[in-house]
């Protein structure tokens, strides 16, 4: 499994799991645990490639889907363990969102050649997800908090463009972005940026 | 007109109608009720389409959108005399929750052969026009209520995969999704499960 | 430049201006502007194209992200001088409307043929951007404004199928279903239609 196939993966899995979280405090059953892990785990991607024209990607593979399903069953039978959940969702969605950005940047560079679009399509799908998440839950959407959170994914997504200037091999552009965007959003949290 | 056809205007004219009604209840004029049954009436099975990436379903077929037009202008000359509008609203919900649960099971199937996605596709067609519907109109999403919502809508395109794999023929397929789908929704808004 | 690009990077301004205004009002970052003043500006344009199954516009020319990213800078710097930023963004709305229904109308005619979904796109392009602007940012949308909106899409993107139909050329086209558009949702700003 390459690094950018672990951070696909992951960022899919961490991202389910904020959604099945902000299912958990809504009281959802547990088709909306899924529904909603779903939704945030996948929407960004699929947002992603609907704009770049691309086959969506979990259509020719069960496994992104499985992932979902799998985190949201399992965040159903322990969101009662976990003490702070709100907590608990940033730091994830910390996780998601830098994994995201890598991954949404390198695939808009790869299948345009625009270093513009690379950055946008890394924005988009690193917070696409939770946008969704926040306004089918009714929640304030994660734009609007005070603390740094686009910009976090807009410095992974741009440091993947960099990186791939430099002709840094595209593996670790990945995990380059990857860091740059945790550490951003990561700091925020921490620091109360 | 196949079953799967009447379920198909059947499903966007309902939907329509529940967004003409949410119109109402906004005191929006003639051009809102159109805009918003519209939304409703093939919001749901847009996203599958753009999804699937296969063309979108009512831009070479008028009779859709006509659909979603006449359906709010009856409503807008009639929402007075419906005596409960949100109770109706929530049947005919129900109806078309049943019709695009089995129509989009049947789409996704018939395009990717996935199992896996036709029950995401069935699922996004029967829930997500009424998504649009409640966020844009600054309501409470359909999916954040107690009782069973989305679950019919999967229980709907399960049965549908499953009679399509005991080798039922696509259109008493399609029946028996319908039904199944309207049973579990009814049974939540009657027996209040 | 034609009649047609001058309205598309017009439109794409000062609805641009208007998510960055709604972003002033938020008091977000200026990474928040930006992101609020590209959705704002390219998210109308986007699912018409979407739904056109046609190249995103603005995947093959960075203008029109730059137009956005430039306009949100400007706003940033200087909304402090506006005194009124509600009203202005109501003027900025207004002009982005009566543009995106006449661009959206001449493209979604241009490429099915069909006055119905021409209508429809050039309604979509027109409000889809505000209506995000307004679900992300957590206003009350823009359709449920008392005063007439969707309609003064509605009658832009008619004129423009009209004049089609009677022959003008479509640069003529164009600038009258602009006009039709600004005058019958400047009206109603004006005069509290």
């Not at 991607?45 to 399992?74: E, H, K, Q, S």
């Not at 304030?140 to 741009?158: D, K, T, W």
């Not at 091999?169 to 945790?182: D, K, N, S």
Request: with cysteine; charged share 10%.
């Amino acid at each position: 499994m390459t690094p950018i196939q672990f951070f696909d993966y992951a960022g899919i899995a961490v991202f389910a799991a904020t959604g099945a979280l902000s299912a958990s405090r809504k009281q959802l059953d547990i088709v909306g645990f899924i529904f909603l892990a779903g939704i945030t785990g996948i929407g960004g991607g699929t947002l992603r490639d609907v704009i770049l024209n691309v086959p969506v990607f979990w259509i020719g593979n069960n496994i992104y889907v499985l992932t979902c399903v799998v985190t949201a069953v399992l965040v159903f039978f322990t969101a009662h363990l976990v003490e702070s959940r709100w907590r608990l969702l940033l730091w994830l969605d910390a996780l998601g969102l830098a994994a995201f950005a890598a991954m949404g940047a390198a695939k808009g560079l790869a299948i345009t050649g625009s270093p513009v679009v690379a950055i946008i399509t890394g924005m988009l799908t690193a917070t696409f997800g939770g946008i969704l998440r926040d306004v089918i839950a009714g929640e304030p959407s994660v734009l609007l908090r005070p603390e740094i959170y686009i910009s976090a994914a807009g410095v992974g997504a741009a440091v993947y463009v960099l990186a791939d200037r430099l002709l840094v091999a595209p593996q670790m552009a990945a995990i380059l972005a990857f860091a740059a965007g945790f550490i951003v959003r990561g700091g925020a949290l921490w620091f109360g940026w």
